[in-house]
C-alpha cells in the first residue's frame, strides 16, 4: 500500500508568493492532519479533517492559512502571502477516524521563503 | 491541558550501549493513547509504539522496549544493546481518546536526539 504522499518534497519561494503544499492520504483513512515543524516549536498541529469536514483549525497561524479538503483523496495547505518565518517542515498525516490506531506520516514538504 | 515533555534535549552512546528515553505527560483525561515516533535523520516520522491509557503492560520489540507508568505519568523507551542505525530524534506523543479509538490530534514532545557513536 502506497502511504501518505505529500509534494512538492521541497519548496523554495519568495516572500509575499503563494504557496499551495499537497497531500494524498492512505486510502481508506478519513482523517487527515497538518503538522507543521520549527526548530523554535517542534511539531505542532495545524488543522484536521474528518470525513472532509474541518475539525479543529486552532493551530492555523493566522489568515494567511488556509486549507481544504474537496475530496477524501486530496487535501491542500495554502499559504498567501508566504513570509519567512512560515519556513518549516510541514507533515500531513492521516488515521481511520474512531479507531485505537495510529496516524502514519507523509515524507514532508520543506519550505523555504526567502 | 495536555502536554507532553522529553526533558532528555540529547543523549549520546556508544554502540551496544543501552539506553532509556524519557517521557512524562499531563492530562486530565482518563482515557488517552501515548505514542512513540521516530525522525530519522532524512526527516520522515515513523511510527514505533501506541499504548492506550488502560494498557499498562510493558511490551518489547526486539532490542526495543517500553515502561507505562501511569502512576507517575510516564512512558518510557528503551533501547538495548544501540546501533549507529538507531541514531535519530525519538519524539512522544499523547492523543485524546474518542468513543472507541482516539482523535490522532497528536501533542508532541519536544524530542530528544539520540547519538550512537561506533
Known amino acids: 500500500d502506497a502511504g501518505v504522499i505529500q509534494s512538492p518534497r521541497h519548496e523554495v519561494t519568495e516572500m509575499g508568493q503563494e504557496v499551495t503544499l499537497r497531500c494524498k492520504p492512505i486510502s481508506g483513512h478519513n482523517s487527515l492532519f497538518w503538522y507543521r515543524q520549527t526548530m523554535m516549536r517542534g511539531l505542532e498541529l495545524l488543522i484536521y479533517?474528518?470525513?472532509?469536514?474541518?475539525?479543529?483549525d486552532s493551530g492555523m497561524p493566522e489568515d494567511r492559512f488556509s486549507a481544504k479538503m474537496p475530496n477524501a483523496s486530496f487535501s491542500t495547505l495554502k499559504i498567501q502571502p508566504s513570509e519567512p518565518r512560515d519556513s518549516a517542515v510541514y507533515f500531513c498525516?492521516?488515521?481511520?477516524?474512531?479507531?485505537?490506531?495510529?496516524?502514519?506520516f507523509g515524507q514532508g514538504t520543506r519550505l523555504t521563503v526567502v | 491541558a495536555q502536554k507532553v515533555t522529553q526533558a532528555q534535549t540529547e543523549i549520546s552512546v556508544v554502540e551496544k550501549e543501552d539506553v532509556t528515553l524519557d517521557c512524562v505527560y499531563e492530562?486530565?483525561?482518563?482515557?488517552?493513547?501515548l505514542f512513540w515516533y521516530k525522525q530519522p535523520p532524512s526527516g520522515e516520522l515513523v511510527f514505533l509504539i501506541r499504548?492506550?491509557?488502560?494498557?499498562?503492560q510493558n511490551e518489547i520489540s526486539g532490542r526495543y522496549s517500553w515502561n507505562f507508568q501511569k502512576s507517575t505519568s510516564s512512558f518510557n523507551f528503551t533501547i538495548t544493546a544501540s546501533q549507529v542505525v538507531d541514531s535519530a530524534v525519538y519524539f512522544c506523543?499523547?492523543?485524546?481518546?474518542?468513543?472507541?479509538?482516539?482523535?490522532?490530534?497528536?501533542?508532541f514532545g519536544q524530542g530528544t536526539t539520540l547519538q550512537v557513536k561506533p
Open positions: 499504548r492506550n491509557s488502560f494498557d499498562e
Open positions: 492530562t486530565r483525561d482518563t482515557t488517552y493513547y
Open positions: 498525516a492521516s488515521k481511520k477516524q474512531g479507531t485505537g490506531t495510529e496516524a502514519f
Open positions: 506523543a499523547l492523543s485524546e481518546a474518542r468513543g472507541s479509538g482516539n482523535t490522532g490530534k497528536l501533542i
Open positions: 479533517f474528518n470525513n472532509n469536514v474541518p475539525i479543529d
